[in-house]
């Protein structure tokens, strides 16, 4: 079954804590993202480790090959259960955080960001891509299959073209969930259905939880959904 990811973009230790501990009955995944990294560092891992919850560090690697192996390596001690790379990085670095998983023999998965949910094709255009939104997310998305990182990070539209494209057990995890239409900084969102219908393994979703004076009842009502 597609699973939730919880987003727990929070830079308030009080309340990324009442947070975990409200939705730790009914959610398994936690998403750790700059913003609680930053702020928290590896203490936000090891609270999340403790009540035995699965992790997925959303750093999005992007730098040259030898520092991101390097960063890996350190992910990798964490014992964690997915993080990512920027595709945009290249085949070199993808090819250097495989090579260090397979020196610790570590089962984490290791999936790329295609393009981020706030861009559009004007966006990609301005900085220097002569192709389409959709040739591009195609391009880095075959750069992750044949490359064999264990899957992607998309946007819920992108499924309808994306996973005919690459069969499960390719991962294709989608942000940029929205349970209601509220104008926010992601140019592409999508709806918990549509994620479902159209084949995505997880779906992360922060700020319809967070911001809800009831974040429990969302929790279940998005529960419910997936199930459906």
Same mark, same amino acid.
């Not at 975990?20 to 993202?33: D, H, L, M, Q, R």
């Not at 993808?94 to 004007?122: A, H, M, P, Q």
């Given at each position: ?39 928290? @560092?590896?203490? !936000? ?37 997915? =993080?990512?790379? *920027?595709?945009?990085? @290249? #085949? ?7 090579? #260090? ?17 706030? =861009?559009?094709?004007? %966006?990609?255009?301005?900085? @220097? ?22 899957? !992607?990070?998309?946007?819920?539209? %992108?499924? #309808? ?7 499960? +057990? ?6 940029? !969930?929205?349970?209601?239409?509220? +104008?926010?900084? *992601? ?11 159209? @084949?995505?393994? =997880? ?11 009831? +974040? !429990? ?12």
């Amino acid at each position: 079954m597609i699973e939730l990811i919880l987003s727990l973009d929070i830079d308030e230790e009080k309340k990324i804590k009442e947070i975990i501990n409200i939705t730790e009955k009914y959610v398994n995944w936690y998403k750790i993202g700059m913003i609680p990294f930053i702020k928290f @560092g590896p203490s !936000i891992i090891e609270y999340l480790k403790n009540k035995n919850k699965k992790i997925f560090l959303d750093l999005k690697f992007f730098d040259i090959p030898n520092t991101v192996a390097s960063a890996s390596k350190i992910v990798f001690e964490y014992n964690i259960d997915m =993080f990512n790379i *920027h595709l945009l990085s @290249g #085949e070199k670095v993808i090819e250097s955080v495989l090579n #260090e998983r397979e020196k610790f023999k570590n089962k984490c998965s290791i999936i790329g960001v295609t393009l981020l949910t706030s =861009f559009s094709d004007k %966006d990609i255009n301005q900085i @220097g891509i002569n192709k389409s939104l959709k040739e591009e997310i195609i391009f880095l998305a075959n750069l992750a299959y044949k490359n064999k990182l264990n899957g !992607i990070v998309c946007s819920a539209n %992108d499924l #309808e073209f994306l996973r005919p494209m690459f069969p499960c +057990p390719f991962i294709m995890v989608c942000p940029g !969930i929205r349970i209601a239409e509220i +104008p926010d900084d *992601h140019q592409r969102v999508g709806s918990i259905k549509q994620s479902v219908s159209l @084949g995505a393994d =997880f779906v992360v979703i922060g700020r319809p939880i967070i911001n809800n004076p009831n +974040p !429990i009842n969302i929790v279940q009502e998005i529960i419910q959904q997936l199930k459906q």
